[in-house]
């Protein structure tokens, strides 16, 4: 990331990604049927090329969605 506009991306494609796992939670659906849907297909190009697969950067926004509120 070299800029502003570049982070604020990053940022807005994290929390698409969020709110669309929360919605399939919210659903009933578990952790395997939200990978098995995809959330972050659309960004993959693009984002999931890195060290971080796009299962496991799910797999992660899963876990602090169910992680208990302090």
Known sequence: MTNGAEVKTLRDMILTVRDRVQHLMDNGQTERQ???EHPAAEFDM??????????AFVHEIYIAL???KS
Do not use: S
């Open 34 to 36: 939200v990978l098995a």
């Open 46 to 55: 693009r984002w999931g090329q890195g060290r971080v697969t796009p299962g």
């Open 66 to 68: 169910t992680a208990p």
